[in-house]
Structure formats: C-alpha cells, structure tokens
C-alpha cells in the first residue's frame, strides 16, 4: 500500500492543530506531552513521506519525487533532533511552553510544502508559513530581553527577506507571465529579458537571507545567540536544509535555463560566505555566535556545488547540506548540554577542562568540531571534498582554492574550541547531562565518526535526488 | 584479492583502533583502569606487530609492485576506491610504525593523567600511521595522512610539558597549512588523470610547467612533515614539548611520513620537476645538515640536542632522495629506518633520565657512567649510530647516500658528509656532559640503573641498530627492486629517446 504523498501534511497540519487544542484546553502545563506527540507524528510524517510515491497534486502547485523526499528526510531529521533537545532544556529554562512544538510542527509543514512547491505561489505560502512560526520560536524566551530581541530582529530582517521574495516573485510573473515552475523553464529556456533577471536575483536574496548566506547573514549571529539554544539548534539544521533544498530546486528548476546568469552571483555569495564566516568568527567568545559564523560558511561550501550548475554540483551541494544537518544537531546537542548549576552557559571559555572532568562529553564536541573544520577522516572532509572535487571537475578552479584557504582558516577557530576543552585548565563542574541530548550528541558523533566506512548510500541517494531535480 | 585472499593490511591497520576503543570504554575506577589500559595497548600492539613480521616473511623481495594488495568501493560518484598495498619502500616503514609502537608504549609509564584517553590516542596513531604508509589511494592516503594530526595534537597538548599549548598549536597549523597545498595539488591531479589509483598516477605524464606547481606543492606538504630547513621551526618544540612516548613518535615514524611522500610521489609522478629542484633540494639539504649541526651544538637542553640532531639527519635523507641514483636512494631510505630506530634510542635514553625526576639540561646531568653503566652504553650506542659509526645502522645509511651524491656532485656528497663529522662533534659534546662530566647535583649518584621495562624497551632498539649495521642486506634486498624500477623510470621520464631504446633492447 502507497500512502498518499499528501498524508505526510496532512498529519502535520491537522496533528499540530490536535495538540495545540490539547495544550490549551489541557489544565496542567503539558509541554511534555505535546512534545512528545510531535515528534511521534514527525515519525510518521518522515516514514509515510518515504513510502509515498511521486505525484503532482493540485493541477500543478506542489510536486513531490525523490529529490523532495532527500530534502524532507533531513527536515524531519532536524526537526525531531531539535524537538528532543528541546525536552529538557526547555523545562530547566523555565520555558516549557506547548506551543513551540506546535509551532515546530506548523514551521515544518511550511517547509515541507515550500521545498514541494511547483508554483511560485505555493512556494511564497509555504515560506511564509515556516517563517512566520520560527519567528515565535525566536521569542519564546519572551522574559529574556535578548530572546525578545532576536524574534524582533529575526520578524523584521525576515519580512524584508520575504518582501524581496515576493517583489522578486511579481517581477518573474509579470516578464514571464506564468508562476508555474515547468510553465517558467519552458518559458526562460528561450532567454529572459532585464525585467525577469532582476526578478530572479531577488528570488535569490530573498531565498539567501534564509540560508543567511553573506552578505546577506546579519540576522544570524544575533538570533543564535539570543534565541534559547534548544530553538537555534532548529534554526541551525531545519530551515537552512529546507531553504538550501528550495534554492536548489527554484535555481535548477524553473530558473533552469538562466544558469549562465544565476551562476556567478551564487559564486560571489559562496566566496563571501565562506570567506566573511572564516573570518568573523576567529573573533567569537560566544560559542553559539561562533557556531552561527561557522553555519554562513557552510551555506558558503554548500552554494559552491549549485555554482557549478551542473547535476553533479547538485549531488555534492545535496551531500553537503545532509552531513551538515548532522553535524549541526550534534554540535547543538553539546550546546544545550553547557549548563551549570542549573543555568545554561554559553561562553567558550565556559569549556575549560571539560575534557578531564567529562571525557566522553569532550571527546564529542571535539569529533564535531574536527567534522566542520573538515579534517579527515570524519564526514565533514568528504562534504568538502565532493563539492571541492566537482567544483574543479567544472572548471571553477579559484572558487575551489578559495574554499580550500577559507576552510583551513576557519580550522583555526574549531581548533580553539578543543584546546580550550583539553589543554586549558578549568573546572566546567557543568551538570549532568540529559538523556536526550546524550542520546543527540551520541547519534550525532557516530554518523560523523563511521560515516567514512559507508559513504556510498548517501551519495547514491543524493545522485537520485539531484537527478529527479534536474531530469 | 591477494596472495593470501584475505586483507591482512586492513587488519594490521584497524586492530590497533579496535583497540583504542576498547581502551577508551574501560571503566572502573583509575588507578586499576590505567593498569588495564596500558595492558590492553601493549597487547595490541604487540598482535599486530606480529602480524606485520607475518607479512615480512610471506613478502615477495624482488617484485617491484605493490604486495598484498586489497580494493573495494567506496566514494561513490567521484570513482574512488580503497586501496591497500605495500611494497619494498612501505613496507619497513610499516614495520618501523609497528615496531615503534609497543616500544612507545612501554616507555609511557610516566603518564599519570587521563591514561585512558593517551593509550587511546597512540593506538589511534598506530591506526592512522599504518593506513598512510599502505595506502595506495591517494585520497586515502590524505585521509590518513591528515588524520595523524588529530591524536598528535592531543598527545602533544595534554600530556607535554610547559608550553605544549604553543607547541602543539604550533604543529597543527604548520602541518595544516602544507597539506592544503597537498590537497590543492591531488585534485589537479585527480582532474588531469581521473583516477587516484596511485599505481595509475605514477605512470601518467604530465607537462612541464604543471609539474613545477605541483612540486611546489607537494614541497609545502611533505617538507613540513619531514621538517626541511626552513620549514623545520615547528619541530624543536614539538619534539621538546611532547611527552617522551610521543617524541619517538613524532622523530621516529612521523617524520618519515614526509621522506615517504616526496619518495611516493613527488619523485615517479613529477620527474622533471624533481630533477629540475634537486639542486635546491641539494642546497636545503646541506643547510639542514650543515646549519642545523651547529644549531645543535649551541642546545643546553638534551630532548632539545637530540630534536635538532634529528632535523640535521633529515637533510641527509633528503639529499640521498634527490640524488635518482640507486644507492643514493637505498642508502635515503635506509636512513629512515635507521634513523627511526637511533633516535627513538635516544629520545627513549632521555625519558630514563625524566623518569627520574631529573631535568634534561646538560649543565644538570654529568657523570652518570659511574652508577648507571648500563645506560651509558645504551646511550653510547645510540649515540655513536647517530654519528654514523661503522658496524651500526648510521654509517650504511649516511654512506650509501653520500656515495649516490658522489656520482651527482663531488660538493653535496662532502658538504653532505660534513654532518657525519658534526655529528660526532655535537653527539660527543652530549655524552661528556650527560656521562662524563662532575655534576653539581649530589642526586645523580644515587640514580638507579636500568629496570627491566627499560630493558625490554632499550634491548631491541640496540639489537636492531645492531642488525642493521651488520646485515643490512636482510632490508635493502626488498628495497632493491621497487627503487632500480623508480630510478630507472626516472631516468626514462627525462630522456624520452633512451626509454625507446630500453623497450626495443628488450
């Protein structure tokens, strides 16, 4: 039996409106429960998202096929891995409200349908739905000044995003005259004029702010350090996987036909991100303003696959952004975990000693951070490796070297953080840690650790998925 | 799959990290954790040693490809395959790492903290160091090779001395900085061949002017790691700052990693280039030996003289690379061996002293010939192998090189030579004032002599100097065939005309 390619949202929409009844009517806080029951119907969603087959539904507004499904895997991924974070650490922070995983649920559906999206149309709903719900998420520390603050920064840094989008959106529609993806590459694959390419890069900035792609980032460091560390580790792994999918998607999708002129603005945006997120984050104290540097950096090598414009760019961009997710949850697995004496600490140099008080704990922030500086032999050397290997396969020799310098630069600050893990006398004396982000961090460091033996599947998935995109 | 249909390298290279694990998941409490974890270390490393003396004996000598040979899948989409081999030229490399390795962890008894995790992060090494030297892959090979770094910077930041923090900072980012060069250069390659089967690579041509760059490149990587002058500055205070175990480490089998990359790759895959840099690599070379001789004469530390000594005989071997003659190259990588072994003895002869509780500063040290004889004469051998003495190891190595640059350049070859009288000048100064010299530290006298764990780790180390000198043929007869077909290619690679007139002599 194939489960109709609907269903997965279905049960999000309908599921997250069952629980926020539930939490509201409910007289006791039930944070936990409802939590519970949204990651047990994101289960479902991701098994029933699997099983489901190809289809165009509704006369052509949302598509699914097994590029969807690679992008849909890891939002649930990130979704779920977020959703356990947040167990605990919401309810030590005082936060355990039901309604952040309602809202993570409403923010996934958004993100589900907009990387389904065959329509600019459904395209713009579904960003705006996942937008809108991380907006709250930001703020859900609404007593915290600086949690306020970066919902605030967050809802008007993202309305301009999206009001770019939507302008961008109008401009294609209106040279184009059609908002279907399969109508628009018919359409441009006979050349575009001044109006639709203007159009196009503001799809492009608009779809760059949400994968706070430099320059267009500034909203990043300020949101993951404002917002409470069990939501920036949705922030760091979700939405960036489902917007990097939907860039894929619009750019090798309607936008197809325009790759000789889409191609070098996403090399500057690659070189930039990679360059400014190797920088600025040498300066960080914050460990989550330096996780936030280094997450722009990644977007950075991530965009250096779709640069190429070919399938194989794809592919790697695709195995990038699936071992970053991975990487990013472990990593944020180990932030939330920084808590002393009941209050969560968030400064690097907060780490000190950890490696002789809690070795196994240390042992696994170090494998993460190994894993982003791309130092082999952990997954993150062969994200770096498939994307530096088909950016040269295609000719893009200096985007190559400069990813190359970038990443050796940007080892330097990983690099700070496990020698002031190991070799920095302190006593962190942080607190137990919880089961849930033990159980995160540990899934997290073996997938990085052994991904070496076995790193075929993913690539093999990822070849399909890029094929199914591109035809 | 091989000659004994079964992947004996991948064994020899893995078990060592099955260990760590299980070294590192002991519980119970410290004191009886450390006890097992050093038990359980030495233990695997001595099963693996005996599974490499397994592949000595069952090794074909005068084949000149790769032995033992295993491949399987494995990067899909980018046509890279996991490739294991040895052949004459890995093989003793291999056997030095695996050798080296119980010997290290012997001599580790002075850890006190975090036990646990430092036997895991030297067996992590041995995994790593092995899997370099048999890699016959060369994205496998950059994974290994970068990947030594992780446990050397944690053996080097944890458990060295005062300013481990600056040194092993120090290690990392020059180390890093030439491999990005490396990585920079296999992708080229990658690109111009299509493979990185490194049996393929080799016999691929290249143009001229590309091989000038990627020489260039290959010299930022394996210069660093065999510490060339002037890219040695990094390796006085990791050798110092280093805990004894992982100085032998570092001087014995790591640095090798560099000697072994311009061997494996830089000489057969660009040999233009190679013979274009051989004069400067001649000149860096005899800098090495020459200024770096008398750096170390100026040393008032013994880790620091014994450190500076090594990087002065790394000159030696780099300059018997370069020369493409068959003796020059032999007597290079005989010299490796040799100098492996030589300077793990002395740096081992240090930690004895360290062990108890004495500072290694040569005003400090003097007159221990009287009540620790046995050390002495340990420390004498060492020492006199390390000048290049006849009848032990040094001499054959320094000797065959110094006759290969004979046949090149009557200048490198004496210059070349020059250290060996250095050697001697630097090595005696050592030896007075650590065995000879009245001291001023009235503890000296009551020092006990060897005990047996020094013995067990001393012994062979000696014995092997030893062989070495005697018999050298029992190594360089598996060396023979893999370097004539290197030089012969070599010299087939520059004179195009010759390589047709070898194929129509035949």
Known sequence: MTPSPLLPALILGLGGMALLLIGVLAKANRAQGVTMGAILLLLIAAGLSLLAPDAVLFSGLLKTSLFTRYADTLIYLGAIAALILSVDFNQREGIARFEYPVLVLFAVLGMVVMVSAADMMTLYVGFELQSLAMYITAALARDNPRSAEAGLKYFVLGALASGLLVYGISLVYGFAGTTNFAALAAVLREGAGAGTVAGVVFVLVGLAFKISAAPFHMWTPDVYEGAPSSVTALFATAPKAAALALLLSVMAGPF????????????????????????????????????????????????????????????????????YVVMSFGCFACVVAMRRNGRAVERISDLAGLAGEHPAYAFVFAVFMWAMAGIPPLSGFFAKLYVFATAFNAGLDALAIIGIVTSVISAFYYLRVIKVMYFDQGQPQFDRTAAGPGFVMAVGALVTIFFIILPSPLVAAAGAAAKALMG | MNQLGFPILSLITYLPLLGAFIVATLGGDDARAAAKARGIALITSLAVLLLGIFVWARFQPGFAGYQFVEAAPWLAGINVEYRMGVDGISLFLIM???????????????????????????????????????????????????????????????????????????????????????????????????????????????????????????????????????????????????????????????????????????????????????????????????????????????????????????????????????????????????????????????????????????????????????????????????????????????????????????????????????????????????????????????????????????????????????????????????????????????????????????
């Open chain 2, 96 to 506: 030095l790492t695996l050798g080296l390795t119980p010997i290290a962890i012997l001599a580790s008894h002075g850890i006190k903290t975090r036990v646990r995790s430092f036997f895991a992060a030297l067996l992590l090494l041995e995994t790593m160091t092995i899997g370099m030297f048999a890699a016959t892959d060369f994205i496998l090979f950059y994974v290994f090779f970068e990947a030594v770094l992780l446990p050397m910077y944690l053996i080097i930041g944890v458990w060295g001395g005062p300013r481990r923090i600056y040194a092993a900072v120090k290690f990392f980012v020059f180390t890093l900085a030439g491999s990005l060069f490396m990585i920079l250069a296999v992708v080229w390659l990658w690109r111009h061949v299509g493979t990185t089967d490194i049996a393929v690579m080799t016999h691929t041509p290249i143009g001229r002017s590309a091989q000038m760059w990627l020489f260039l490149a290959f010299l930022a990587a394996f210069g660093v790691k065999a510490a060339v002058w002037p890219l040695h500055t990094w390796l006085p205070d990791a050798y110092g700052e280093a805990p004894v175990p992982g100085t032998v480490m570092l001087a014995a089998v790591l640095s090798k990693m560099g000697a072994y990359g311009f061997l494996r790759f830089a000489l057969p895959m660009l040999p233009l280039a190679s013979a274009a840099a051989a004069p400067l690599m001649f000149a860096l070379g005899v800098v090495a030996v020459i200024y770096i001789s008398y750096v170390a004469l100026a040393q008032t530390d013994m880790k620091r003289l014994i450190a500076y000594s090594s990087a002065a005989h790394m000159g030696v071997i780099i300059i018997g690379l370069f020369t493409f003659t068959v003796e020059g190259i032999e007597g290079a990588l005989f010299q490796m061996l040799s100098h492996g072994i030589v300077i793990a003895g002395l740096f081992l002869c240090g930690g004895v002293l360290t062990a108890r509780g004495e500072a290694l500063t040569l005003k400090n040290l003097g007159g221990l010939a009287a009540n620790m004889p046995v050390f002495a004469a340990a420390l004498m051998l060492f020492s006199l192998a390390n000048m290049g003495l006849p009848g032990t190891s040094g001499f054959i190595g320094e000797f065959l090189v110094i006759i290969g640059a004979m046949k090149v350049n009557f200048w490198v070859s004496l210059l070349g030579g020059a250290g060996m009288v250095l050697g001697a000048a630097y090595m005696l100064v050592m030896l007075r004032a650590v065995l000879f010299e009245k001291s001023a530290n009235p503890r000296l006298a009551k020092l006990k002599d060897l005990n047996a764990r020094e013995y067990a780790m001393l012994l062979p180390l000696a014995a092997l100097v030893m062989w070495l000198g005697i018999y050298p043929s029992s190594f360089t007869h598996a060396f023979d065939a893999p370097v004539a077909a290197l030089v012969q290619a070599h010299i087939a690679a520059l004179n195009p005309h010759m390589a047709l007139a070898m194929v129509t002599a035949k």
């Open chain 1, 256 to 323: 197809g036909g325009l790759v000789a002129q889409w191609q070098l603005l996403i090399q500057i945006l690659a070189i930039i991100s990679m360059a400014w997120g190797a920088l600025a984050a040498i300066g960080q104290s914050n460990i989550k303003r330096l996780l936030a540097y280094s997450s722009i950096s990644h977007m950075g090598y991530a965009l250096m696959g779709l640069a190429t414009g070919t399938l194989a760019g794809v592919q790697s961009s695709l195995v990038y952004v699936a071992i």
